[in-house]
C-alpha cells in the first residue's frame, strides 16, 4: 500500500478517521467503516424498548445512527426525535415536579411530533386537509428528514382538527391520536441527546424517570410502536436508584468496547477509505485476531515505536493507542487525527512514534478540558479539583514510577487533603440545589466519570481494569475495594505532569495492559 503525505491532509483525515460526532457524518460513510458489535444486533431486535447507555464518547449516536439507517431500509418506519426537538411543550415539562403531569407532558410532546413526521408519509395521511399541506410542502421543497421543524405550522391546523384536542392540563389527546394513527403500522423511535442539561439534581432525575415510564407506556399501549433511547451511564444510574428500577432492567443494551474492538473500528475505517475488503477471521485465538487488525493499521502506522525513543522504545503502536483512549471510539478519532496531522505536517507517509510524542501533552489537556465540560454542571468546581489530583512533590519524590497510583487509603488522604484548602459540592439525586460532599462521594465521582479507574494485577502479571459502567457500586461509602487500587488515567497524566522534566509516560507499561 503506497501512501503520501496527502493522505493525512485535513479533508482526507476527515474521509480515513472519521468525524467524532457521528451526526455529522455522511450515512454512507458510516455505513462503509461501522463496526458491528453484539449491542447493535440487541438494538436491531424486536423488543420494544431499549435504552443504550455508555459514556459521552462510546457511540451512543452512532450506535442509533447507524440503526436509524438501516431501519430505513425495513418495513419498519424510523423517526429520529432530540431533545430541541420538543421545544413546543418542553418549558412545561422543565417547570412541572409532578410525576404524572410530566408523562402526560412527555406522552403529548412526543406523540404531536410522531404525528408531524407520519404526515409526511403519503401513506399515513389523514384526510383531504392533510393531504393538500403535504403536498404543498413537497411541492415547496420540504424533505421527508426535515419534514418536522420545517412543515410544522403548515399542519398544525390541520393536526388540531384531527385530533380535536382537550383543554385540560391532563389530557393526552396526542397520545390517542397516535394509537389510531399507527394501526397496524410499525413505527420505531430513536431518541438521542435528551441526558444534555443533566446536573444530578432530584428535578433531572424526576425529568428522566418520567420519560422512561412514558415511553414504556407507549409502547405497551400501541403494538406498533418500538423505541431506542440513548443515555450516559452515570444518568441511568442515578435513575435505577429509584424504586422503579427493575422495571427497566431487561431493557438495558450497555454500550461498551474492548480494545480489540476499538482497533477493528479503526480498521475498518482504513479499509473503507482505501477501498479494501475487513477481512474479519473467525477464531477466538487472541494473537491471530491481533494480527489481522494489526495489519490494516500497517497501512498507515509504524508498526512499532522507534527503538531510540526516550519512551515506550520498541512498543507496538497499537498498544499505545490502547493506553491513551480511554476504552472510546471519540478518543480514538481525535487522537488519529492529531497525529496524523503532524505527520502532515512533517510530510510524512506514515505515522510514525515522533507524531504521537509531539501531540501527548496537548491531547492530554483536550481530554482534561472534555472531562470538565462534560461533568462541571454536577460539579462546578471539577477543573479546580482535578489540577489539585496531580502528584504532590511529596509523592513526585517518594512514589516515583508509582505517582499515579493510590491505595483505597492512599487515595481517600489525598482527597481530604484537597479539601483543607477548597469547598466541594455536587449536585445530588435528592436535592435542587448543591450539597457539600465528603471524601467518600468525591472519590465515588471521580471514578464515574473515569477521571480515575481500578487496577489489579491478574494471575497472569497483567494489569485489569475497573470502569464504573461495569462495576458502577466500587468507592461507595458501604462498599469495599475489591482488591482493587486507584489510578488516575494515561490520558490525563500529560496534563497534570509537573513541567517538562515529569517523564508521565515512565508512569504506566503499555504491555502490563490486558
Known amino acids: 500500500m ?14 480515513l478517521f472519521g468525524h467524532e460526532d457521528a451526526g455529522k457524518e455522511d450515512d454512507s460513510r458510516l455505513t462503509s467503516y461501522y463496526y458491528k458489535t453484539l449491542q447493535y444486533e440487541d438494538v436491531m431486535s424486536d423488543i420494544k424498548l431499549q435504552i443504550i447507555t455508555g459514556e459521552k464518547g462510546t457511540g451512543k449516536s452512532a450506535l442509533l445512527k447507524m ?9 419498519i418506519v424510523p423517526i429520529w426525535i432530540r431533545l430541541d426537538d420538543l421545544s413546543e411543550l418542553y418549558s ?49 421543497g420540504y424533505t421527508t428528514r426535515d419534514f418536522i421543524s420545517r412543515s410544522a405550522k403548515i399542519l398544525k391546523p390541520m393536526y388540531e382538527q384531527y385530533i380535536s384536542l382537550d383543554t385540560e392540563a391532563d389530557s393526552c389527546g396526542e397520545h390517542h391520536a397516535l394509537q389510531r394513527m399507527i394501526n397496524n403500522k410499525k413505527i420505531r423511535l430513536f431518541l438521542d441527546d435528551f441526558d444534555l442539561d443533566w446536573q444530578g439534581k432530584a428535578s433531572d432525575v424526576l425529568k428522566i424517570k418520567s420519560l422512561l415510564l412514558s415511553l414504556s407506556d407507549m409502547t405497551s399501549d400501541m403494538n406498533g410502536l418500538s423505541v431506542r433511547i440513548a443515555l450516559r451511564t452515570d444518568v441511568y444510574e442515578m435513575i435505577r436508584n429509584e424504586e422503579f428500577s427493575d422495571k427497566f432492567e431487561s431493557c438495558l443494551i450497555k454500550c461498551k468496547w474492548n480494545n480489540q474492538e476499538i482497533m477493528k473500528t479503526l480498521a475498518k475505517r482504513i479499509c473503507a477509505y482505501f477501498d479494501k475488503p475487513f477481512d474479519e477471521i473467525n477464531t477466538t485465538d487472541p494473537k491471530t485476531l491481533q494480527y489481522n487488525i494489526v495489519k490494516y493499521l500497517n497501512f498507515i502506522f509504524v508498526p512499532c515505536f522507534d527503538e531510540s525513543t526516550r519512551v515506550w522504545a520498541n512498543a507496538p503502536t497499537h498498544r499505545v493507542i490502547y493506553s491513551l483512549i480511554r476504552r472510546k471510539p471519540r478518543d480514538m478519532v481525535k487522537l488519529c487525527h492529531s497525529i496524523a496531522e503532524e505527520a502532515y505536517r512533517k510530510q ?6 515522533s507524531c504521537f510524542l509531539a501531540i501527548l501533552e496537548t491531547y492530554s489537556q483536550e481530554r482534561l478540558k472534555d472531562l470538565v465540560n462534560e461533568y462541571v454542571n454536577q460539579l462546578p468546581k471539577l477543573q479546580d479539583l482535578l489540577i489539585r489530583m496531580a502528584p504532590t512533590q511529596k509523592e513526585f519524590q517518594n512514589k516515583a514510577g508509582k505517582r499515579y497510583v493510590y491505595s ?103 504491555d502490563e495492559e490486558v
Not at 440503526?67 to 418495513?75: F, L, Q, V
Open 67 to 75: 440503526a436509524y439507517i438501516e431501519t430505513s431500509n425495513t418495513d
Open 408 to 510: 483505597t487509603d492512599e487515595l481517600y488522604v489525598k482527597i481530604q487533603n484537597i479539601q483543607q484548602n477548597m469547598n466541594i459540592s455536587i449536585y445530588q439525586a435528592k436535592c435542587e440545589k448543591l450539597c457539600p460532599a465528603n471524601f467518600h462521594q468525591i472519590a465515588h465521582f471521580l471514578y464515574k466519570i473515569g477521571f480515575i479507574t481500578g487496577r489489579k494485577r491478574n494471575e497472569s502479571g497483567k494489569i485489569e481494569r475497573a470502569y464504573y459502567d461495569e462495576l458502577p457500586f466500587l468507592l461507595n461509602a458501604n462498599v469495599g475495594d475489591r482488591g482493587y487500587s486507584w489510578e488516575i488515567h494515561p490520558a490525563y497524566r500529560g496534563a497534570l505532569a509537573n513541567g517538562s522534566n515529569d517523564n508521565w509516560q515512565n508512569t504506566f507499561n503499555i
Open 2 to 15: 503506497n501512501t503520501t503525505y496527502e493522505t493525512f491532509k485535513k479533508d482526507n483525515r476527515l474521509k
Open 348 to 353: 510524512l507517509t506514515v505515522i510514525d512514534s
Open 92 to 140: 412545561d415539562i422543565l417547570d412541572s415536579n409532578n410525576l404524572y403531569q410530566l408523562k402526560t407532558l412527555w406522552k403529548r410532546s412526543i406523540s404531536k411530533l410522531v404525528i408531524m413526521n407520519l404526515a409526511s408519509h403519503m401513506s399515513f395521511a389523514m384526510g383531504e386537509d392533510y393531504k393538500k399541506a403535504l403536498q404543498w410542502a413537497y411541492d415547496t
